[in-house]
């Protein structure tokens, strides 16, 4: 596997959000303190503009001054700037720099403009006398309230701040407010206007630099805080994740050596439990492996028993076919196909003379190994005792006094036995609860044959058994079967039934054994679909040619 990149490691893409964060959380700090600090710091200018003005109007009142001076309404007449105007602008131009304002001016109104008596911006006294200028938008309303206010209001500071308005205008290129209180004669008449200007602009800038100050400080931080935290998760989160990732990198060649990996993580948090929770899961999983190739190595030694299981099973039965290639008077053909490896139902036949065939079709309880052996022990004796010239019905009772004495599984076998005399075409039978046989005589069809049906052999010992006879004529058609045929199962849950069966056969009927069963499977596999098999599936069928032995 390739090497995680830095820009694609943990550590880039954590320090990336943090930083993300963090610059987020500045530009709504920068927000939150430029709001608030511009409504302060605007408040604050207000606070001074107006002490400004008061003291302003202090100062530059006549009251300061002799009455044999010139009065200083004198001033836009005489131009004078003698030691009383001189004295008048240095008070100025110290309130102007004690309240940080943008400027100072002492000015004359008229109907239609003023004229400025002195200002700040002067840079040689009298530099502004006599200068005329226009008022800005309500300029002249708040400048004729400031004559109009008496002395007592002037000077009454929670009065004259209620009084007192601000405007907003621009001069000089620039956004003032200004704050207008009225200058007083020795007579404390209203003879002029003292203006206190702030800058607006100067508020903005004084804000731009505070954040840009505060942001600068805040970056600084914010990389000390990152290198520290990249360190620290450098050291406690990507370092251990980093020697897990190695780990597990390293666990498959640890299965195959069965050597279980060692993180030796040990952080004390989440990423320490995972790590024991890794070398655990190595543990077992190699455990897991040794026990896996066991169970395995077991199962190909059954499955191979098995395979060795079903040759001898399916060499039990017979398989070659055409079974008497020198007989005539009949021919037969048989089929199973188990449901397991190895299945429990099972057909014989074999001539007891040269006269007589003996024919047997069983289905053993259960599935598997233990009916296979249950199976084979029942086929030897059931040809065993039927060989020995006995009749069906006393073959079956002293089979099943043989079961019935050493069966601690308390198994069964259903069973259909016959022996046919090839002279005569009669079948001397016994049911032992199997399937009902399907018979078709030369002239007709095939129909289900209801015989007598008897206990199922191994059920109880000392029972007895009912024969009977079944004449076939020349060209008589016997079609055996166990209950894996009717009961097979589509995917709907639907069984294939008996009457499908009969269908199947009718089919084939008038042809040999041989392809009678392929049609009746091929009927079988075309109901049952997809669907798995759920028993054996076994069938015999035998065609009585009469007695052509001459």
Same mark, same amino acid.
């Given at each position: 596997?390739?090497?995680?990149?830095?820009?694609?490691?943990?550590?880039?893409?954590?320090?990336?959000?943090?930083?993300?964060?963090?610059?987020?959380?500045?530009?709504?700090?920068?927000?939150?303190?430029?709001?608030?600090?511009?409504?302060?710091?605007?408040?604050?200018?207000?606070?001074?503009?107006?002490?400004?003005?008061?003291?302003?109007?202090?100062?530059?009142?006549?009251?300061?001054?002799?009455?044999?001076?010139?009065?200083?309404?004198?001033?836009?007449?005489?131009?004078?700037?003698?030691?009383?105007?001189?004295?008048?602008?240095?008070?100025?131009?110290?309130?102007?720099?004690?309240?940080?304002?943008?400027?100072?001016?002492?000015?004359?109104?008229?109907?239609?403009?003023?004229?400025?008596?002195?200002?700040?911006?002067?840079?040689?006294?009298?530099?502004?006398?006599?200068?005329?200028?226009?008022?800005?938008?309500?300029?002249?309303?708040?400048?004729?309230?400031?004559?109009?206010?008496?002395?007592?209001?002037?000077?009454?500071?929670?009065?004259?701040?209620?009084?007192?308005?601000?405007?907003?205008?621009?001069?000089?290129?620039?956004?003032?407010?200004?704050?207008?209180?009225?200058?007083?004669?020795?007579?404390?008449?209203?003879?002029?206007?003292?203006?206190?200007?702030?800058?607006?602009?100067?508020?903005?800038?004084?804000?731009?630099?505070?954040?840009?100050?505060?942001?600068?400080?805040?970056?600084?931080?914010?990389?000390?805080?990152?290198?520290?935290?990249?360190?620290?998760?450098?050291?406690?989160?990507?370092?251990?994740?980093?020697?897990?990732?190695?780990?597990?990198?390293?666990?498959?060649?640890?299965?195959?050596?069965?050597?279980?990996?060692?993180?030796?993580?040990?952080?004390?948090?989440?990423?320490?439990?995972?790590?024991?929770?890794?070398?655990?899961?190595?543990?077992?999983?190699?455990?897991?492996?040794?026990?896996?190739?066991?169970?395995?190595?077991?199962?190909?030694?059954?499955?191979?028993?098995?395979?060795?299981?079903?040759?001898?099973?399916?060499?039990?039965?017979?398989?070659?076919?055409?079974?008497?290639?020198?007989?005539?008077?009949?021919?037969?053909?048989?089929?199973?196909?188990?449901?397991?490896?190895?299945?429990?139902?099972?057909?014989?036949?074999?001539?007891?003379?040269?006269?007589?065939?003996?024919? /047997?079709?069983?289905?053993?309880?259960?599935?598997?190994?233990?009916?296979?052996?249950?199976?084979?022990?029942?086929?030897?004796?059931?040809?065993?005792?039927?060989?020995?010239?006995?009749?069906?019905?006393?073959?079956?009772?002293?089979?099943?006094?043989?079961?019935?004495?050493?069966?601690?599984?308390?198994?069964? /076998?259903?069973?259909?036995?016959?022996?046919?005399?090839?002279?005569?075409?009669?079948?001397?039978?016994?049911?032992?609860?199997?399937?009902?046989?399907?018979?078709?005589?030369?002239?007709?069809?095939?129909?289900?044959?209801?015989?007598?049906?008897?206990?199922?052999?191994?059920?109880?010992?000392?029972?007895?058994?009912?024969?009977?006879?079944?004449?076939?004529?020349?060209?008589?058609?016997?079609?055996?079967?166990?209950?894996?045929?009717?009961?097979?199962?589509?995917?709907?849950?639907?069984?294939?039934?008996?009457?499908?069966?009969?269908?199947?056969?009718?089919?084939?009927?008038?042809?040999?054994?041989?392809?009678?069963?392929?049609?009746?499977?091929?009927?079988?596999?075309?109901?049952?679909?997809?669907?798995?098999?759920?028993?054996?599936?076994?069938?015999?069928?035998?065609?009585?040619?009469?007695?052509?032995?001459?």
């Amino acid at each position: 596997m390739e090497k995680t990149s830095f820009t694609k490691s943990l550590a880039f893409k954590t320090i990336l959000r943090l930083a993300i964060i963090v610059v987020v959380l500045l530009l709504i700090g920068a927000a939150i303190i430029a709001v608030f600090s511009y409504a302060n710091m605007t408040a604050q200018l207000r606070d001074y503009a107006f002490e400004a003005a008061i003291k302003g109007t202090a100062v530059s009142s006549a009251s300061e001054y002799d009455e044999d001076e010139v009065k200083i309404e004198d001033y836009l007449t005489t131009g004078k700037t003698d030691k009383t105007y001189q004295a008048v602008l240095l008070n100025l131009l110290l309130i102007n720099d004690d309240y940080e304002l943008q400027r100072c001016d002492i000015i004359l109104p008229y109907e239609d403009h003023f004229t400025y008596l002195m200002s700040s911006e002067d840079q040689t006294p009298g530099e502004s006398l006599n200068k005329e200028a226009p008022y800005y938008g309500q300029e002249k309303g708040y400048v004729t309230k400031a004559m109009e206010m008496s002395v007592e209001a002037a000077f009454d500071s929670q009065k004259t701040a209620k009084e007192n308005l601000y405007t907003e205008n621009i001069k000089d290129g620039m956004k003032l407010s200004t704050c207008y209180t009225p200058v007083f004669d020795k007579n404390g008449k209203a003879v002029a206007v003292f203006a206190a200007s702030y800058s607006n602009d100067k508020v903005g800038q004084t804000i731009f630099g505070l954040i840009a100050e505060l942001s600068g400080l805040s970056f600084v931080v914010m990389l000390i805080s990152v290198l520290i935290f990249y360190f620290s998760i450098r050291r406690h989160i990507i370092k251990p994740v980093s020697k897990l990732t190695r780990a597990v990198r390293t666990m498959k060649e640890s299965v195959k050596s069965r050597q279980a990996v060692t993180t030796d993580i040990r952080t004390g948090d989440e990423i320490e439990e995972l790590a024991v929770t890794f070398e655990d899961m190595n543990k077992d999983l190699i455990g897991y492996i040794d026990e896996n190739e066991k169970i395995t190595a077991e199962k190909q030694r059954i499955d191979t028993e098995l395979n060795l299981a079903t040759g001898i099973q399916a060499g039990m039965l017979p398989d070659k076919f055409p079974a008497f290639p020198d007989r005539k008077d009949f021919d037969i053909y048989a089929s199973m196909k188990p449901a397991k490896e190895v299945g429990g139902d099972f057909y014989d036949f074999f001539l007891i003379d040269e006269n007589r065939l003996g024919i /047997v079709m069983a289905d053993v309880s259960g599935k598997g190994v233990p009916a296979a052996l249950f199976m084979m022990h029942s086929k030897i004796l059931l040809k065993s005792y039927t060989m020995m010239k006995q009749t069906p019905k006393a073959a079956l009772e002293e089979v099943n006094r043989q079961i019935c004495e050493h069966n601690p599984e308390e198994m069964f /076998v259903t069973v259909w036995l016959g022996v046919l005399d090839l002279r005569t075409g009669m079948f001397t039978a016994a049911n032992a609860g199997h399937e009902k046989p399907a018979v078709k005589q030369a002239d007709g069809s095939f129909e289900l044959f209801k015989d007598k049906h008897g206990i199922v052999v191994g059920y109880m010992d000392g029972i007895t058994f009912k024969e009977y006879e079944l004449q076939l004529t020349k060209g008589a058609k016997l079609f055996l079967y166990t209950d894996g045929v009717a009961e097979a199962t589509n995917a709907q849950e639907e069984q294939f039934g008996t009457d499908r069966m009969i269908e199947a056969l009718r089919t084939a009927e008038d042809k040999a054994p041989k392809d009678i069963l392929a049609a009746v499977d091929a009927a079988v596999d075309e109901f049952v679909g997809e669907a798995p098999q759920f028993d054996d599936l076994t069938m015999l069928c035998i065609e009585y040619n009469g007695n052509n032995r001459e």
